[in-house]
C-alpha cells in the first residue's frame, strides 16, 4: 500500500495501483516480475542484525548478512520515493527503514511491502531515533530545528529533538576509523566507471565487525575491520542500458551497451538472483564496444553481436577476442547472428559471413552485400532475413536465392527483422507478422497479424510451440496460427522498449533500454 501527505494539513493524492487506468504500472508482485538496473550507485544504508537495506536512485534491496542473499529489488509506488535520497536508519522495533531527502521521508515497511511517504517544512540535514525512547518516532533536524514523526503518524511536528540521538554514520566516520581507506581510495575504488567513483554513504555492520560502504560507480563494499581492501557486493548491472541477453547454465549472460557514465560491459546474473558477476574488465574493457544486439554461446564462450565486430569473450573473463573486417568479416557492424553446430553464422551491414569452429572466416554469398538482419542455420544453408523477405545462402553459391516453397504474394516479401527454429519448422519475423515454413512442403504461410497489440515487430523466441514477440509497444506469446491473447506493455509493465529475449524453465528475461526485467512464466504465459 501507499500513503502521502503533505505537512499542515494539505493534501497530496495517494498513488494509485490498478490495471484500469491506462499508463499506469499494473501491480506485480516481487516473485512474479523483477526488473534489474544500474545499481552502481548507492544513495544510503541501513544495517541491522538480519538484513541490510540499501538504496540506489530508482531501486532499494535488502542483503541478508547471515544467508549471503539478495531479496528485492522492491519498487517503490511511485519512483519519486526514493528521489533525493540521503541517509537511512532501521527502525529498533520494526526493523522497517526510514529513507530521508532534503525535503521529507520515505519509509518502507520490508515485512508487509508497505510504503509510506510525507513531506517536512524544512531542509532536513540528518535523522535519529532516541535511544533512551526508541518507541517515539523518528527526528529530523533540519534547517528550522528539529521536528518529529510519531510512531503511526504521518504529520511532522516541531520537537525538542532525541536525548540519546542515534544518526546515520557518514562516510567521514569511517575514514576517521579507518584512515588507510582513504590512502588506498585508488584500490579500493579500482572498479569505478571512467575514474568518477566515490564513497557516498555508510553503515557500520549490526555485529560491530566491519562496515557498509556506498559509492557512486562501484556499487556497494563491505570492508571488515582491519582490512584495507573493502569487497564488493555487487548487485544489478552497471548499466541501465541492456543491448542483450543470453540464456545460459545457471542464469542469463547480459550485455549492457556504453553510456556517457559506463562501460559495455557483460554480466552474469543468477537465476535466483543470488549472484552478479561482470566479466574480467581486462577482458571486456580489452575490446570495447559501444552496443550490443544479440548473444550466443558455444563451448565456455559468449559470441556477441556488437557495432565494432563480433566479440568472442570467454566466461571465465581471462579471454576476449574481435572480429571484423580485419579478420574477414565484410562490415564491423554486426546486425544479426545465430550459432549451431560449431558455426557461427554472421549477418552483417555489408553482407554475410561465418565463423568456424578453428576461428577461421569464411565468406557466404559473396556477391551480397546488403542488410543482413537475421540469420538462421540448417544444415549446409543459411537463412538470410533481409529488406526484401527471407532468401538462402547455399554452398559455394555467389549470390542469395529465394526459397523455392515463397510465394509471389507481396505479403511474404516484406522484410524480415528476425529468424529462429520452433522445433524443426523454421519461423520468420516481419515488421507486422510472423510467417513460417513448413518443414515438409518446404511452402511458406503468413501467421498472424501482431503489430497492433505489440507495435512494430523486432524480435522472436520460441518457447513451448509458440513464439514470445517484442515489439515497440510490448511483448507478447503468440501461435503460428493465433496473436497473443496478452501483452506486456512498455511503460506499464515493462520499464522500456525492449532490445532483446531469452527464456529458461522457469523465467522470461526482457532485455530493455531502462533495465533487464526477469519474469515468472507462469505469471504471463497465456
Known amino acids: 500500500m501507499a500513503r502521502a501527505v503533505l505537512i499542515f494539513g494539505l493534501f497530496l493524492a495517494p498513488f494509485v495501483r490498478g490495471t484500469a487506468q491506462q499508463g499506469l504500472p499494473r501491480l506485480w508482485s516481487v516473485d512474479d516480475r523483477v526488473i534489474l538496473s544500474d545499481f552502481s550507485t548507492i544513495t544510503s544504508v ?3 542484525p538480519d538484513r541490510v537495506v540499501v538504496t540506489s536512485p530508482t531501486s532499494l534491496v535488502i542483503w541478508e548478512p547471515l544467508m549471503r542473499r539478495w531479496k528485492g529489488p522492491f519498487d517503490p509506488p511511485d519512483p519519486s520515493y526514493l528521489s ?18 532534503q525535503n521529507g521521508w520515505t519509509r518502507y515497511d520490508t515485512n508487509i511491502d508497505a510504503w509510506d511517504r510525507g513531506l517536512i517544512p524544512a531542509r532536513v540535514l540528518t535523522i535519529a531515533f532516541d535511544r533512551a525512547n526508541p518507541g517515539r518516532g523518528l527526528f529530523f533536524r533540519t534547517s528550522g530545528g528539529w521536528f518529529e514523526v510519531m510512531r503511526g503518524s504521518m504529520i511532522a511536528s516541531p520537537s525538542s529533538g532525541p536525548l540519546d540521538p542515534e544518526v546515520p554514520k557518514t562516510v567521514q566516520d569511517v575514514l576517521r576509523e579507518n584512515p588507510w581507506f582513504e590512502a588506498n581510495q585508488a584500490a579500493v575504488l579500482r572498479t569505478a566507471r571512467l575514474g568518477t567513483a566515490r564513497f557516498t554513504v555508510a553503515a557500520r555492520s549490526f555485529d560491530r565487525q566491519g562496515w557498509y560502504l556506498g559509492t557512486s560507480g562501484a556499487g556497494l563494499l ?4 582491519g582490512t584495507a581492501i573493502p569487497t564488493p557486493l555487487s548487485f ?11 540464456d545460459g547454465p545457471g542464469g542469463v549472460w547480459v550485455a549492457t551497451d556504453r553510456t556517457v557514465s559506463s562501460e559495455a560491459t557483460i554480466t552474469f546474473v543468477d537465476r ?23 548473444m550466443v554461446g558455444r563451448d565456455a564462450f559468449l559470441w556477441v553481436a556488437s557495432d565494432l565486430g563480433v566479440v ?35 549477418g552483417t551491414a555489408r553482407g554475410l559471413a561465418v565463423i568456424t569452429d578453428s576461428l577461421e572466416v569464411r565468406r557466404v554469398a559473396p556477391d551480397f552485400a546488403g542488410r543482413a538482419f537475421a540469420v538462421a542455420i540448417g544444415g549446409d544453408t543459411l537463412w538470410v532475413g533481409t529488406g526484401l523477405g527471407v532468401f538462402l545462402a547455399l554452398p559455394e553459391s555467389p549470390d542469395l536465392e529465394r ?10 516479401r516484406q522484410p524480415v527483422v528476425d529468424l529462429d527454429w520452433l522445433a524443426d519448422t523454421l519461423v520468420a519475423l516481419t515488421p507486422d507478422h510472423l510467417m513460417w515454413r513448413d518443414p515438409i512442403t518446404g511452402i511458406w504461410t503468413l501467421g498472424p497479424l501482431l503489430s497492433p497489440q505489440l507495435g512494430r515487430l523486432r524480435t522472436l523466441l520460441p518457447d513451448r510451440g509458440g513464439m514470445w514477440v517484442a515489439g515497440d509497444r510490448g511483448v507478447g506469446a503468440a501461435t503460428l496460427a493465433t496473436p497473443s491473447p496478452r501483452t506486456l506493455l512498455v511503460g506499464r509493465d515493462l520499464p522500456g522498449e525492449v532490445t532483446d529475449l531469452a527464456v529458461d524453465d522457469e523465467f522470461l528475461w526482457v532485455a530493455t533500454v531502462r533495465g533487464l ?10
Request: glycine content about 10%.
Open 46 to 48: 541501513a544495517a541491522g
Open 84 to 101: 533525493g535520497v540521503f541517509a537511512s536508519l532501521l527502525d529498533p522495533i520494526d526493523y522497517s527503514v526510514w529513507l530521508a531527502s
Open 222 to 225: 563491505y570492508a571488515e575491520e
Open 236 to 246: 544489478g548491472l552497471p548499466s541501465e542500458r541492456v543491448g542483450a541477453v543470453f
Open 272 to 294: 535466483r538472483l543470488t549472484e552478479f558477476k561482470p566479466l574480467d574488465e581486462s577482458a571486456v574493457f580489452g575490446v570495447r564496444f559501444n552496443q550490443a544486439t544479440h
Open 312 to 346: 568472442r569473450v570467454g566466461t571465465d573473463g581471462r579471454t576476449a577476442d574481435v572480429f571484423d573486417e580485419s579478420r574477414g568479416i565484410p562490415d564491423r557492424r554486426i546486425l544479426s547472428l545465430a550459432a549451431r553446430r560449431g558455426t557461427i553464422a554472421v
Open 403 to 412: 526459397p523455392v516453397g515463397l510465394g509471389p504474394e507481396p505479403s511474404l
Open 517 to 526: 526485467v526477469r519474469w515468472r512464466l507462469e505469471a504471463v504465459r497465456p
